[in-house]
């Protein structure tokens, strides 16, 4: 029997694994998956609760890592993770996403010989994903994952032209479409009847839904001035408009080192929440007017639920989200969000098509070339 090692630490991680997970279940006479969860998202908030609602079991094996500057994190997933593949031997090593630990376990697999005298083999969920903006950590962690794994699973057209532009061998390449659509498609009933707008006290169509986390938008007085000033904008475009905030904890964190919680505060019709779990974020996240986000997940899920997105970034890694999808790429630039706000308030916005193979079979895809290849 084959045994399969997946590593997360944080919730995109969740939302990739879970259907992944799911369907290694049904082969368990030929693999043994088991979950490391490194504790890179050590908020329970940020990380049981969605175990929990995506019915995955507890995770196997916990690193308990929790909050360091990038190099402590990542040095410590290592030295934890080199310990877990010493003993656990894996056939193979599945990593998601763009985050600390996948980079981290990557490296791990490439320094450990197999039985075979060769590294352990690295599978990785959402491959040849490019921002081409190198001051973004998650753009170092994608490039070392995607050059030192053995398959790489694709989610959209321009995840294959950058893995063959940096000259990985066609061979190991495999457009598979994409994972956290499985979750989201297969959730959707359950989505459906969460109960968070009307705990929130907001009706459907009536709100828009913002997310921010970036260091590059939170650690900056500047750029949450200019969050704050968009917030104002949106009041004054349709003053009937609420603004849900679900806040980060690196955000709320800056906001008071700042001091500008008390002017967010005063900002009308804006709802500050605490981190919610994956239903009820997806629930106001499929009857919003629109998003404001800075978040890559995000930009994929508004795609496929067709909700107008306005990204808080000068990049995406997920182009194909602004190519057909109903992704606007914006960054803080306050003329052109609401110009876009006031396409979608008279209903001229772009309407955005489904891209291929986000049809809610992409972990049987993958499970089917692990199967044959290990």
């Given at each position: 029997?084959?045994?399969?090692?997946?590593?997360?630490?944080?919730?995109?991680?969740?939302?990739?694994?879970?259907?992944?997970?799911?369907?290694?279940?049904?082969?368990?006479?030929?693999?043994?998956?088991?979950?490391?969860?490194?504790?890179?998202?050590?908020?329970?908030?940020?990380?049981?609760?969605?175990?929990?609602?995506?019915?995955?079991?507890?995770?196997?094996?916990?690193?308990?890592?929790?909050?360091?500057?990038?190099a402590e994190q990542k040095a410590h997933i290592m030295m934890e993770f080199e310990k877990v593949v010493l003993k656990e031997k894996p056939d193979l090593v599945l990593v998601y996403g763009d985050i600390n630990s996948t980079s981290a376990a990557s490296i791990v697999c490439a320094k450990i010989l197999n039985d075979k005298g060769a590294p352990i083999p690295v599978a990785h969920v959402e491959s040849g994903l490019r921002s081409f903006d190198r001051t973004m950590p998650e753009e170092i962690n994608r490039m070392i994952t995607d050059t030192l794994a053995d398959y790489l699973f694709v989610t959209e057209p321009a995840g294959i032209r950058n893995l063959k532009k940096e000259g990985i061998k066609d061979s190991k390449v495999f457009f598979t479409g994409n994972t956290m659509i499985d979750s989201l498609k297969f959730y959707l009933k359950k989505i459906g009847k969460s109960g968070i707008l009307k705990e929130l006290c907001v009706s459907e169509k009536n709100y828009t839904l913002v997310t921010m986390h970036r260091p590059s938008n939170v650690d900056s007085k500047e750029n949450l001035n200019k969050?704050?000033?968009?917030?104002?904008?949106?009041?004054?475009?349709?003053?009937?408009?609420?603004?849900?905030?679900?806040?980060?904890?690196?955000?709320?964190?800056?906001?008071?080192?700042?001091?500008?919680?008390?002017?967010?505060?005063?900002?009308?019709?804006?709802?500050?929440?605490?981190?919610?779990?994956?239903i009820d974020f997806l629930k106001l996240v499929s009857e919003a007017k629109f998003i404001l986000t800075d978040s890559g997940g995000i930009q994929e899920e508004t795609t496929y639920l067709k909700v107008p997105c306005l990204t808080l970034r000068e990049n995406t890694e997920r182009p194909v989200t602004s190519e057909i999808g109903t992704n606007v790429i914006c960054g803080l630039n306050e003329k052109l969000i609401i110009s876009k706000i006031k396409e979608i308030e008279s209903g001229k916005f772009k309407k955005g098509k489904i891209?291929?193979?986000?049809?809610?079979?992409?972990a049987e895809r993958i499970v089917k070339i692990i199967l044959k290849k290990v």
């Open positions: 029997m084959k045994k399969i090692l997946s590593v997360v630490g944080a919730r995109p991680n969740f939302m990739k694994m879970a259907p992944i997970h799911k369907q290694l279940l049904k082969h368990k006479s030929r693999v043994k998956h088991k979950i490391v969860h490194t504790g890179q998202h050590y908020d329970k908030k940020m990380s049981d609760v969605f175990f929990k609602e995506l019915e995955l079991p507890k995770p196997d094996i916990y690193l308990g890592v929790g909050s360091r500057s990038h969050t704050l000033s968009i917030f104002k904008s949106i009041n004054k475009i349709n003053p009937e408009l609420d603004i849900v905030f679900p806040i980060h904890p690196r955000t709320i964190k800056m906001l008071e080192k700042f001091k500008l919680k008390s002017s967010f505060d005063e900002i009308k019709n804006l709802i500050i929440t605490e981190p919610l779990g994956y891209p291929k193979l986000w049809d809610g079979n992409a």
